[in-house]
C-alpha cells in the first residue's frame, strides 16, 4: 500500500508489533483509532487539523497479518439488541481472544446501526455493517432501479447522517451494501443497475461526511463451482473510487451438486483471486464471507483454508467466516462446531492471525 496521511493505531490487538506505511504502530487508550499525521491533537473525538484537510478514518490493512473476523446469526427478529454482546462472548470463550472483526446486517429503513456499533468499537472490534436496500421483514424492498432513481434518498441520508455521527464519535467503519450483486438469489441481483446504485448510495454518503468514516467494501461470489447462478464479478464492479477493498465470497456448501468432500478453498478462492489482483492492483482484498459444511471435513478444510490464505493468497488482508446457516441450496449451513471451534483455536495461535486479546 502507498503512503497514508493516518496512523492504524491498535491496543493489544496482535502479539506483535508490526509496521505501516514504514511509521511504528503504537497503543493507546481502547481499541482501533485513526490519527491524521497532520493533527495538532491526538484524539480522534476532539481532533483539530493543521490544515483543511479531513481526519481519515479509513481502515487500511495490516502490512503483515490478517484480520480475523465472523459473521454469526444474531437471532434478533431484525432488530440486534444484546445478541452482538452475546456473540462477542461466545468468540471470546472459544479462542480466548475476540475477533478483530464482527459483521451483521441490517435493513436499509432502521437507519445506522449504532447501538450495536458502538458495542463492538466499546470491545476493541471493527464493525462491519452490511446493509439490506429494504424495510424490516422484507416488506417493500427496493431494488438498484429505485435507488438510482431516488426513491431511497431518505432513507440513505439517514443511515449516512447516522453513520457519521457514530464516525464522529468512535471512528471507522466496515461498510457494505447490495452484496454479491454478480449472482442470483438477491432482489438487486444480476440487475443492469446495481453498480450504478452503489454509485449513488456513495455520493449521499459523501455529501453526508459518511465517507470520511465509512471504509467501503465491494463483495462478489467466486463463480467457481456456481455456474449459471453466478456471473463475471467485473460486470457489476462499481469503479475504483467506490471501493477501499475488494470482498470475495466462497462457500463449499455440500448442497451444491458441483461441491464434494474434495473441494477445497483454493478451488473455489483462485480464479477470482487472481482476476481482482490483475484489475485492481492497489485494492486490498478480504475474504468477506467464507464457509463449510458441516461435518468430518470441516476442521481439516479450516485448515487448509487459513494455510492457503498466509502461503498462496498473501493479498488476503481479512477473513470473515460466516458462521451461519442461509437458505442458498435449501438450507446452507456453515457452522462452527467444537472440533471446528478448537481447530480455529490452533490456528489463531500464529500471530499472522490478528485477534484482539
Known sequence: MEDHKNLLIVKNLTRREFLK???????VASGFEMFPINAVAQNPK????????KADYKIYPPKNGCFVGFHKEQHRKFQLGTAISDTINHYRNAFDAKPAMLAFWTFLSLGFPMTEAQTLRENGILPYVSIMTG????KSSFDPDDVVQGRCDTSITRLAAGATAYGAKHGGFFFTTMVESNAIWWYWSSKPNSAAAIRHIWQIFEDQGANQYATWVWEAFCPARYGAFVAD??????GDKYVDWIGLNVFANLKNPHIKETTKFGDLMSKSYEQMRVNHPQKPIMVSEFGRTPGNNQPPWLEDAFRRMKNNFSAIKAAIYYDYITNLFTGQDHTLDERSLNTLKEIFKDPYWIMVK
Do not use: R, S, V
Open 21 to 27: 506505511a514504514g511509521i511504528a504502530l503504537a497503543a
Open 135 to 138: 424495510h424490516d421483514k422484507w
Open 46 to 53: 476532539n481532533q483539530t487539523l493543521a490544515t483543511k484537510e
Open 233 to 238: 464479478p467485473e460486470q457489476y464492479y462499481p
